[in-house]
């Protein structure tokens, strides 16, 4: 038996997209993966890879929609299109579900309607969520199409998490509050970690560390979310490859004031020259690494900043939750990075936080999820591999059979 799920992913120049067997015997390994990208430039590149073949097109891509037709195209060639495969269903990642969408939920053209009505609150990313859907609903207009939401594990947040101390009047005509983001990577990674700690999942209280290019922190109580380190948009919390995470707002009016900046100036400075990049010049830790290897004091500053944030929010995590039973660490960052575990955890001892050295050095070479403290470290620290692409394949398919 298989049960072939399509996910996509829609960005504003790229479609990254999966096909899983949710019925193989590792259904977190992909069947297929594509991607299209510099959709719109003079050169497009299209690339599909199966276990045994990868095929390459860099043709210019005019639009989202004939990237995906041509990506499909490819697919077909291959013995792998979404005919061939009997796709079931169709998972696609939408960052913004705003107060509407609580979880996952099938695609008609009302729930359309509605993404395209959050897109004030993520003009970056839903726009090419909306795209992505349309195309792929025309392509595939048999089969369910399922939105599963970055935000909607962080709609059960308690209001004093959620709002912010500003006017009520004006937060409310527009919407603002924090709604979070990687909600789905939290909710897969800290879904599996009871079981490996041995706990009931109800009792179990825990913070998960997403560090990645971007970057945040969830507190979850007995999995349900009740803090997060993202805003209104994923600009706030840690240190990111690019973005500032927090600062203080009135930097933005000092900047119209005195630098004469103007707001979209000030926008691409907060999230594409800043973070990491901003600071040191590289927003890859590999590189950052190399650079404080070679003794680079704005490199070095930089890891210093981005382990005293992820420091502060694990610190008012561990207070909002009064108890504390695991962390979690995830992402390009936090699955890799030895050091970036090692210096947020250190001198945590009398928090009843030990990490073991050699298990976070993964001297034994494991793969998949492990522990990374001390046996006797009352919080348990752990490395947990998210997978983004299982977790919507996963709800795709429940929706789609329910
Ligand atoms: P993500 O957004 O989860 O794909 O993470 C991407 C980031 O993870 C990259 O920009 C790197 O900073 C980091 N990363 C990926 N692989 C490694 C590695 N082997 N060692 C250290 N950092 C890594």
Known sequence: MTQHILVLNS??????????????????????????????????????????????????????????????????????????????????????????????????????????????????????????????????????????FDTAFFHSLPDAASRYALNRDIADQYHIRRYGAHGTSHKYVSGLVPDIIGKDPREVNQITLHLGNGASAAAIRGGKAIDTSMGLTPLAGLVMGTRTGDIDPSVIFHLVREAKMSIDEIDTLFNRRSGLKGLCGVNDFRLLQELMNEGESDAQEAYDIYVHRVRQYVGSYMLELGRLDAITFTAGVGENHVGIRRDTMANLENFGIIIDDARNNNEAGVKGARLISTDDSEVKVLVVPTNEELAIARAAAELADS
């Open 11 to 148: 960005g504003s120049s790229s479609i990254k997209f999966q096909v899983l067997d949710l019925e193989a015997e590792h259904p977190d390994v992909p069947f297929l993966s594509g991607l299209v990208e510099q959709i719109g430039e003079s050169r497009g590149h299209i690339r599909i890879v199966t276990e045994n073949n990868t095929i390459e097109d860099r043709r210019p891509i005019l639009s989202h929609s004939v990237g995906l037709e041509r990506a499909f195209g490819m697919m077909s060639l291959l013995g792998v299109g979404p005919q061939d495969l009997d796709v079931h269903a169709v998972g696609h990642r939408v960052v913004q579900g705003g107060s509407i969408f609580n979880e996952p939920v099938i695609i008609d053209d009302r729930v359309a309607e509605q993404i395209g009505s959050l897109i004030p609150l993520a003009p970056l990313h839903n726009p090419a969520h909306l795209d992505g859907i349309e195309n792929a609903r025309a392509l595939l207009p048999d089969v369910p199409h399922v939105a599963v």
